[in-house]
């Protein structure tokens, strides 16, 4: 009897997966058709396949709950997944992480050996609907009719919440779009008073600008985005620029979004100590006034602002070059001798 249970949960949550899957591609049409772009299927073939995987996600969800066609539903998710895994290992390796898009607008996020992870996963769980299925077709059948029809409401009601919290990420991540629309020029004067902000730290706990800031240091915000090839290339300088100037600057890459994700990425990156820190929407970008990646600024250990914000790798190596000059100068010396 227990088996009974384990394969008709296994049903519900392949069912919500995919029927989740199918609606955020559906109410997302756009953010659609670009993913399938960037997954690389020919422009000719974009719109077909931006409105057929969805429709047949959805009937791979419907098809999951009657015992009679759940194996063979369970059979067309495994190739699902089995294609859209090889497609994301490819892209990995090429160096590539466009946005998944899996769950449409809610799951913005770039690929990544996460993206791997759980569709391996849902493959297992698929086998194991296949599989178990196949022995005993009549599950739900078997089972006590208010358990079978309470576990569906439940997933039912699961797959409601999971919807509203993407739907609640892609609002903010409009609203934060349209903010910094509406911010006017980019980044804060030199001189003015750097904006507080609190941030996670990959490490675990959270951090500030206050413990940031080092006595008698500068202070380098490295603003990048995991999806960004050119942040990727700009944080493997950053190990080296944080030695030659160690004296002098304290460098911190900040992104946001997932905070597992930024710890491989830092470390995928090689950054070492120096910290990645996460936004949670787009706060410390927006006080900054920072509107891309890869950008940094600069702050002076009076907490201000010292230079306008940099724009790409040699603008940020040009800041790191400006704080260890500003450094040597507020080093008093002593018959040529640096104290």
């Known amino acids: ?21 199918a609606w955020g591609k559906f109410a997302d049409g756009s953010g ?41 539903a369970a059979l067309v998710a495994i190739l699902l997944l089995g294609m859209f895994t090889g497609a994301v290992v490819r892209l990995l390796r090429q160096g590539r992480r466009p946005a998944c898009s899996c769950f449409g607008a809610g799951s913005a996020a770039p690929i990544g050996r996460g993206t791997v992870l759980r569709n391996v996963m849902l493959i297992l769980l698929a086998g194991l609907t296949v599989v178990a299925t196949l022995a005993d077709p009549q599950v739900p059948g078997v089972l006590p009719l208010d358990h079978a029809v309470a576990m569906a409401v439940a997933a039912g009601f699961g797959a409601v919440l999971v919807s509203l919290w993407g739907e609640l990420r892609a609002l903010r991540r409009r609203l934060d779009e349209q903010v910094l629309s509406t911010l006017g020029a980019e980044g804060l004067p030199p001189g003015a008073i750097a904006p507080e902000f609190e941030v996670l730290k990959t490490a675990g706990g959270r951090t500030g600008l206050d413990e940031l800031l080092s006595p008698g240091k500068s202070l380098l915000l490295v603003f990048v985005h995991p999806g960004c090839e050119m942040c990727a290339a700009l944080a493997r300088e950053l190990p080296r620029w944080q030695a030659r100037s160690s004296d002098a600057l304290t460098i911190a890459v900040l992104g946001n979004g997932d905070v597992g994700e930024h710890a491989k990425w830092g470390e995928e990156q ?13 706060e410390a970008a927006l006080r900054y006034r920072v509107r891309g990646t890869p950008s940094g600024v600069l702050i002076n250990e009076q907490g201000r602002v010292a230079a306008p914000v940099a724009r790409g790798a040699m603008a940020v190596r040009d800041l790191i070059v400006q704080a260890k000059r500003t450094g040597r100068k507020s080093k008093p010396e002593t018959n040529g001798a640096v104290l």
């Open 1 to 21: 009897m227990a088996i009974d249970y384990v394969v008709w949960v296994a049903r519900l949550v392949l069912a919500v997966v995919f029927g989740i899957s």
């Open 32 to 72: 659609t058709r670009k993913a399938v772009g960037e997954f690389g299927i020919p422009l000719a073939w974009v719109p077909a396949v931006a409105w057929g995987l969805p429709a047949v996600e959805a009937v791979v969800a419907a098809a999951l709950l009657p015992p009679w066609t759940a194996a063979a």
């Open 270 to 282: 090689g950054l070492g100590e120096i910290p990645v820190l996460v936004q949670q929407g787009n």
